[in-house]
C-alpha cells in the first residue's frame, strides 16, 4: 500500500460524458502528479500541483483539468470524452515541490477509465 | 531531462540474475538516475536512485560507471513475481518544474 488513495477504482461511461477522478496522496506529501496510461502508450505526465498551486504541465488535453484543494487532495476533470480517453489514469504524490526524483513518489492503484 | 534509452522486453529463467543496461549519453552533472518498477494495472513503484559508481538496497543493485553515460539496473535471483516493466528515468534531484517522465520502460518476463 502505496498511501495514496484514487477513487473510483473503475468508471465505465459515455462519449461526451464528463468525470470527475480524486486522489488523496500520502499524508505530509505536498506534490501530486497525475498521468495517463493508455495499452498502446506508455506512462503520459499530464500535471503537477503543489501545495494547491499548479507546477508544471505535460500533455493534457484542453477537455482536461485538474485542482488540488486546500487539504491536498486533487481532482482530475475529465470532459467531452472521447472512446480514446480510455486509459488508466494514476496519481502520485511525493514531499517535495519539484522533481520528484528528488525522493521517492508514490504511485496511487489507478482510475480504470472505459469510454464506451 | 536527458534522454534514455532501454531495451524493449527481456526474458529470464527464475533464479537468475537480471541486468537491465539503460542509455543516458547526454546525462548533466547535477542528473540523478532512478529506476521504478510497473506491474500490470498498477502504478509505478521506486525501486532505487543513484549518482555515481554502485547503490544496493533489498531489491536490487545500481551500477553507474565513472563516466555515467549508462547505469545497470541488476535483479539477483529473480522469481516469476519479479515479471514487470522497469524504467530508467534521468534528472535533476530537488531541482524545479521537471517532473517524472517515464520512458517506454523495459519489459521483463521471468520464466519458470
Known amino acids: 500500500d502505496s498511501g495514496v488513495t484514487q477513487t473510483p477504482k473503475h468508471l465505465i461511461t459515455a462519449t461526451g460524458q464528463r468525470v470527475t477522478l480524486r486522489c488523496s496522496p500520502r499524508?505530509?506529501?505536498?506534490?501530486v502528479y497525475w498521468y495517463q496510461q493508455s495499452l498502446d502508450q506508455g506512462l503520459q505526465f499530464l500535471i503537477q500541483?503543489?501545495?494547491?498551486?499548479?507546477?508544471a504541465k505535460g500533455n493534457i488535453l484542453e477537455r482536461f483539468s485538474a485542482q488540488q484543494f486546500p487539504d491536498l487532495h486533487s481532482e482530475l476533470n475529465l470532459s467531452s470524452l472521447e472512446l480514446g480517453d480510455s486509459a488508466l489514469y494514476f496519481c502520485?504524490?511525493?514531499?517535495?515541490?519539484?522533481?520528484?526524483?528528488?525522493?521517492?513518489?508514490?504511485f496511487g492503484q489507478g482510475t480504470r477509465l472505459t469510454v464506451v | 531531462l536527458a534522454k534514455t534509452t532501454q531495451p524493449i522486453s527481456m526474458d529470464s529463467y527464475e533464479g537468475q540474475e537480471v541486468n537491465i543496461t539503460c542509455s543516458h549519453n547526454?546525462?548533466?552533472?547535477?542528473?540523478?538516475i532512478t529506476w521504478y518498477q510497473q506491474f500490470p494495472s498498477q502504478g509505478p513503484r521506486f525501486i532505487i536512485q543513484?549518482?555515481?559508481t554502485k547503490v544496493t538496497n533489498e531489491v536490487a543493485s545500481l551500477f553507474i560507471p565513472a563516466d555515467r553515460k549508462s547505469s545497470t539496473l541488476s535483479l539477483p535471483r529473480v522469481s516469476l513475481s519479479d515479471t514487470a516493466v522497469y524504467y530508467c528515468?534521468?534528472?535533476?534531484?530537488?531541482?524545479?518544474?521537471?517532473?517524472?517522465?517515464f520512458g517506454k520502460g523495459t519489459r521483463l518476463s521471468v520464466i519458470a
Open positions: 500541483y503543489y501545495n494547491g498551486e499548479e507546477r
Open positions: 528515468l534521468v534528472g535533476v534531484r530537488g531541482s524545479g518544474n521537471t517532473p517524472l517522465v
Open positions: 543513484g549518482y555515481k
Open positions: 499524508s505530509g506529501d505536498l506534490s
Open positions: 502520485a504524490s511525493s514531499e517535495g515541490k519539484g522533481n520528484a526524483l528528488n525522493t521517492e513518489a508514490f
Open positions: 547526454n546525462i548533466a552533472t547535477n542528473d540523478y
